[in-house]
């Protein structure tokens, strides 16, 4: 899942996306207004965290433009700016969230997940693939009885694969969904991580979820 951070202070910046990669997204970061409506023109994000005192063109009226151009990606506000006439005008233009400054990334990490979870409509944020279950709101993998730890690219990977279960990805879609795309010729790591899930989804079990559809790609099969 893809989010999108704009904050104009670097060392913020850079930490808030070092919490959403470690918690299994994939961020792209930028400082200034112009640039946030750019990113959020061009590209179709899971949700966006976005400063308001901004140089170029502050929040509100970045977030103004992009719901007056029909863009629905939801949106967290992330301000010092904390008085209520600020977070009214905030959710009134069209935001789905405002958390003041300073902020715990713990709260913040969980109304990124809220925030997401809008996106994908899926309203417990808990997926199932036949006896595997991964619960997005706790962040835990489970085959059966038995719990999953995986690293956050693997739960990348994973995650992926089961809101498009049963149905077969190219490594072209995977890499494109969990890899920045700048990066690029990533198709045989992700053989490599097909391997690590494989290895600790489906070893020991009679059922092989995770198939490979030869010269195609891979599938998460229910049954
Ligand atoms: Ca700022």
Redesign the pocket.
């Known amino acids: 899942m893809k989010i999108l951070v704009v904050?104009?202070?670097k060392d913020l910046n850079r930490l808030i996306c070092k919490e959403l990669e470690s918690d299994g997204y994939l961020v792209d970061c930028c400082f200034d207004g112009v640039s946030a409506y750019d990113y959020l023109t061009l590209e179709d994000y899971d949700g966006a965290i976005l400063?308001v005192?901004?140089p170029g063109m502050d929040g509100f009226e970045v977030l103004r433009r992009a719901r007056k151009d029909g863009i629905s990606i939801p949106v967290l506000f992330l301000s010092a700016k904390g008085e209520i006439k600020d977070i009214v005008n905030g959710l009134d233009i069209g935001a789905d969230d405002y958390m003041v400054k300073p902020f715990h990334f713990q709260e913040l990490l969980a109304r990124v997940r809220v925030m997401v979870r809008k996106k994908a409509d899926v309203h417990e944020n808990i997926y199932r693939c036949g006896d595997l279950v991964m619960d997005c709101n706790l962040h835990q993998v489970w085959r059966g009885e038995r719990e999953i730890e995986l690293s956050p690219k693997e739960y990348a990977v994973l995650l992926y694969l089961i809101r498009n279960q049963n149905i077969v990805l190219t490594r072209d879609q995977i890499e494109a969904n969990i890899w920045d795309s700048e990066q690029g010729g990533y198709s045989n790591v992700i053989d490599v991580y097909i391997r690590y899930l494989r290895k600790k989804i489906d070893h020991d079990e009679d059922f092989k979820m995770i198939q490979t559809v030869r010269g195609v790609g891979y599938i998460l099969k229910s049954q």
Do not use: H, N, S, T
Request: glycine share 0%; aromatic share 0%.
């Open positions: 904050e104009d202070e400063d005192m901004l």
